[in-house]
C-alpha cells in the first residue's frame, strides 16, 4: 500500500531533551517536507527537501533540523526543544513534474514538550 | 511574501444545502490548485484539484472553479452531508514543489 509513516503518533517530552521524529515514504517520491499545524494557524512548512541531499527552509524552521540521506526517509529533528515547539506535525511527500501532483500526507506526530 | 487567503474560516449549513469557500492566492507562478479535506484527528487528504489550464472540474457533488486572470478559485460541495463536516485546506503550488502555500483553512459544519 502506497503511503507516508510517520513514527512515533504521539510523543511527550521535556524542554531541551533531543527528540527525533521519523517519516518514510515507500512511493519513490522525490520531493518531501514536513509542517506543523497549530489552532488558527493552518498548515505551516519547516523544511522541504526536493531530492537526496537536498534540503531547503519553509516558513518556519528555527529550531528544526532535517536530513535527506535517503530517497525515502525524511527525519525532524528537534536538537533542544521548547514548550512553543508543542504541535501537531505531518510530513508529505509528493512528485514534482509539470502537471501536478497531490502532497501525500502521514498520520501526523502529536508533540508536547513541558 | 507569497500568501493564499481562504474565506470563511468557519461555515455552517444545513445538511442537502450547498457550501462554498474561496481563496485567493498572490503568486503569478502558482499552477496547481489542490483542495485538501481533514476530518478530526486525521491527516489532510486530497479531494480535489485543477490544473492551471482548466477552469473547471467536477467530481461527484465536489466542484472547483479557477479564475487565473482575477486569481481566485473557489470549492463548491453540493447536498452537504453531516460527513462532509471537516477543515478544508486550499494551497497555491507551482508543480515543481518549489512553492506550496496553503490557505489557514475552514471549518465547516454540516448540520443534519
Known amino acids: 500500500e502506497a503511503q507516508v509513516t510517520q513514527n512515533p503518533r504521539y510523543l511527550i517530552t521535556v524542554t531541551g531533551k533531543k527528540l527525533t521524529v521519523t517519516c518514510s515514504q515507500n512511493?519513490?517520491?522525490?520531493?518531501m517536507s514536513w509542517y506543523r499545524q497549530d489552532p488558527g494557524l493552518g498548515l505551516r512548512q519547516i523544511y522541504y527537501?526536493?531530492?537526496?541531499?537536498?534540503?531547503d527552509k519553509g516558513d518556519v524552521p528555527e529550531g528544526y533540523k532535517v536530513s535527506r540521506k535517503e530517497k525515502r526517509n525524511f527525519p525532524l529533528i528537534l536538537e533542544s526543544p521548547s514548550p512553543n515547539q508543542t504541535s501537531l506535525y505531518f510530513c508529505a511527500s509528493s512528485t514534482p513534474g509539470q502537471v501536478g501532483s497531490p502532497l501525500h500526507f502521514g498520520n501526523g506526530t502529536r508533540l508536547t514538550v513541558t | 511574501g507569497e500568501n493564499v487567503e481562504q474565506h470563511p474560516s468557519t461555515l455552517s449549513v444545513q445538511e442537502g444545502d450547498s457550501a462554498v469557500i474561496k481563496c485567493t492566492y498572490s503568486d503569478s507562478a502558482s499552477n496547481y490548485f489542490p483542495w485538501y479535506k481533514q476530518e478530526l484527528g486525521k491527516r489532510p487528504q486530497l479531494i480535489i484539484d485543477i490544473r492551471s489550464n482548466v477552469g473547471e472540474k467536477k467530481d461527484q457533488r465536489i466542484a472547483v472553479t479557477l479564475n487565473k486572470t482575477a486569481k481566485h478559485f473557489s470549492l463548491h460541495i453540493t447536498e452537504t452531508q453531516p460527513e462532509d463536516s471537516a477543515v478544508y485546506f486550499c494551497a497555491a503550488v507551482e508543480t515543481s514543489y518549489d512553492k506550496v502555500i496553503f490557505g489557514p483553512g475552514t471549518s465547516l459544519s454540516v448540520i443534519p
Open positions: 527537501s526536493m531530492n537526496v541531499e537536498v534540503t
Open positions: 512511493m519513490n517520491h522525490e520531493y
